[in-house]
């Protein structure tokens, strides 16, 4: 099942959509108001049923994608999670995970540019990734409960800041900065994957091909990696985890390979979709 945040058309206001194989789709929700109004998340909080017949047909293509998740409590980012990318970078694959954070507002729609918001920050990088999104409450939960609250995947883009990442000493700007965190195309409910745990992903810039892994190359699995942080922070539906990039990162070409204004990114992953953005700098 495909869940997708959506705007219809002659509407300003955002519907959680359940988009169908025949190309239609059937609206579920309409989000609120509220200026951290989310609709996956009051969704979920209030037990929308993801397989009813919902209020309204329309054809999908009618449809504006947006970023599946708008306002998610946490966007927590593992890092250095693929063997391969542990590898090129020359370091030692960790011996626990490691994490870091993205903030909602670095979150932007499938198809808009990744305006970066200051010129002070440079050598910009991508990094593509299979995001996961939880459909339930998350504390101090083992391996095997973390699987079943899981709600589904989605494909992401962690647009990095290398010379900030090297120079600040973390990473809040260099990863978290507005619109570093492109989302979408829309969330594939666990359901609908036969194996989450070997999906292709690539991506290419302008066409080439730059990256290209298995989730079966993952240090720390999706399970072990939401068992882990739920050992320390409590995770709620609709947070968002990205799980790690595989090799072919620009930062580790020789020479560095970074992106400039102009640039399209397109990150596919197979049962997922594509999420293209372009970069747009000051």
């Known amino acids: 099942m495909r869940l997708a945040r959506a705007r219809r058309p002659r509407s300003r206001a955002a519907v959680l959509a359940r988009l169908e194989d025949d190309g239609s789709a059937v609206v579920l929700a309409e989000e609120s108001g509220h200026v951290s109004a989310d609709v996956l998340r009051e969704s979920l909080a209030a037990g929308v049923d993801l397989r009813g017949h919902g209020s309204e047909w329309l054809d999908a293509s009618e449809l504006e994608l947006l970023s599946p998740v708008r306002h998610p409590g946490r966007i927590l980012c593992a890092a250095l999670n693929y063997r391969a990318h542990a590898a090129e970078t020359g370091r030692e694959p960790p011996s626990a995970p490691m994490f870091f954070s993205k903030f909602?507002?670095?979150?932007?729609?499938?198809?808009?540019?990744?305006?970066?918001?200051?010129?002070?920050?440079?050598?910009?990088?991508?990094?593509?990734?299979?995001?996961?999104?939880?459909?339930?409450?998350?504390?101090?939960?083992?391996?095997?409960?973390?699987?079943?609250?899981?709600?589904?995947?989605?494909?992401?883009?962690?647009?990095?800041?290398?010379a900030q990442q090297r120079g600040d000493g973390q990473w809040w700007r260099a990863k978290g900065?507005?619109?570093?965190?492109?989302?979408?195309?829309?969330?594939?409910?666990?359901?609908?994957?036969?194996?989450?745990?070997?999906?292709?992903?690539?991506?290419?810039?302008?066409?080439?091909?730059?990256?290209?892994?298995?989730?079966?190359?993952?240090?720390?699995?999706?399970?072990?990696?939401?068992?882990?942080?739920?050992?320390?922070?409590?995770?709620?539906?609709?947070?968002?985890?990205?799980?790690?990039?595989?090799?072919?990162?620009?930062?580790?070409?020789?020479?560095?390979?970074?992106?400039?204004?102009?640039?399209?990114?397109?990150?596919?992953?197979?049962?997922?979709?594509?999420?293209?953005?372009?970069?747009?700098?000051?």
């Open 104 to 162: 909602s507002h670095s979150l932007i729609d499938p198809g808009q540019d990744v305006r970066v918001p200051d010129a002070d920050l440079t050598d910009l990088d991508y990094e593509g990734e299979v995001a996961v999104v939880l459909g339930a409450r998350c504390a101090r939960v083992s391996e095997a409960e973390a699987t079943s609250r899981i709600l589904g995947y989605t494909v992401a883009n962690d647009i990095s800041a290398r």
């Open 177 to 282: 900065s507005d619109g570093f965190c492109p989302l979408g195309p829309w969330i594939v409910t666990s359901d609908g994957l036969a194996d989450p745990a070997a999906l292709e992903l690539r991506t290419s810039v302008n066409g080439e091909l730059r990256q290209q892994g298995s989730t079966s190359d993952l240090i720390f699995s999706v399970p072990a990696l939401i068992a882990y942080l739920s050992r320390f922070i409590t995770l709620e539906p609709g947070d968002v985890l990205l799980t790690g990039t595989p090799p072919g990162v620009g930062v580790a070409m020789d020479p560095p390979r970074f992106l400039g204004s102009g640039d399209r990114v397109e990150v596919s992953v197979d049962g997922l979709g594509v999420l293209a953005n372009t970069i747009r700098t000051p």
